[in-house]
């Protein structure tokens, strides 16, 4: 059976998964992530329902609904509204899909996720972020989301394989652990590039066991995708990202 989402009542009609803003929310919305071209009615409305000041520090809660990613601990960031609903749309997400994350973050971009898919793993390199996820997700009734501290480049097989799979920072090339957990007609969504700053943001589905189609999505910016099969451990090179380049 599966998990009731966090916002449904017990006679099956959604409501907020928090308090307020819905306003903001709506506006952020139809101007930010509508009008540059998300179409996918499902993760509009999740982009509508899901509060995203709950998952940043008290002094930038006003910032909640700015058109730009934010910090956060460990030197990270919270992606941009519209890359969050943009890559979301990318994973075409089926009610009952399952959906492997990598870079948990704040924890936002799972809840979008959750508002779409079935279930959600969702994986962070810093315990310190991954705990204060998995309290917050938790807090917010999120009991689809399961959160892992672990290295993402390499996945996490005990529960692949996965209909989709998210990756929220920029890595040199797609890590070969995350293309053999891909299901059969899955996608795998990620920024990949020859430097820590020069991005692309591309999409693989997988069509065979060993056959994979390749789609450009656009230039991106995210923070460097460290680990096994990704960068070497720098802070001196992280920068804000999750955002589309202007």
């Known amino acids: 059976m599966k998990s009731r989402r966090a916002g449904d009542d017990d006679g099956g009609r959604r409501t907020l998964a928090v308090g307020g803003?819905?306003?903001e929310r709506e506006r952020m919305v139809s101007r930010q992530i509508a009008a540059r071209g998300v179409r996918d009615e499902r993760v509009l409305e999740a982009m509508r329902r899901v509060p995203r000041e709950p998952f940043l520090r008290q002094e930038l809660r006003d910032l909640?609904?700015?058109?730009?990613?934010?910090?956060?601990?460990e030197g990270q960031t919270i992606s941009q509204p519209y890359m969050v609903a943009l890559m979301t749309e990318a994973l075409e997400l089926g009610p009952d899909d399952r959906v492997l994350e990598i870079g948990t973050g704040s924890g936002?971009?799972?809840?979008?996720?959750?508002?779409?898919?079935a279930e959600v793993v969702t994986v962070e390199r810093h315990r310190s972020l991954a705990d204060e996820a998995r309290r917050r997700l938790a807090g917010l009734g999120y009991d689809q989301i399961e959160v892992v501290h672990a290295d993402g480049t390499l996945g996490w097989p005990e529960r692949a394989p996965y209909d989709a799979i998210v990756v929220a920072a920029g890595g040199p090339d797609v890590p070969a652990a995350l293309q053999?957990?891909?299901?059969?007609?899955?996608?795998?969504?990620?920024p990949v590039g020859p430097t820590r700053l020069l991005q692309t943001l591309v999409r693989l589905r997988r069509v065979g066991e060993k056959d994979f189609r390749h789609e450009d999505l656009g230039e991106v910016r995210f923070v460097p995708l460290v680990g096994e099969e990704g960068w070497e451990d720098d802070e001196s090179t992280a920068r804000p990202g999750g955002g589309r380049r202007s």
Do not use: H
């Open 21 to 23: 803003r819905a306003t």
């Open 108 to 117: 936002y971009a799972a809840a979008v996720l959750a508002e779409v898919a």
């Open 64 to 73: 909640a609904y700015e058109d730009s990613p934010l910090p956060i601990a």
């Open 180 to 190: 053999r957990q891909l299901a059969i007609g899955g996608r795998l969504v990620i």
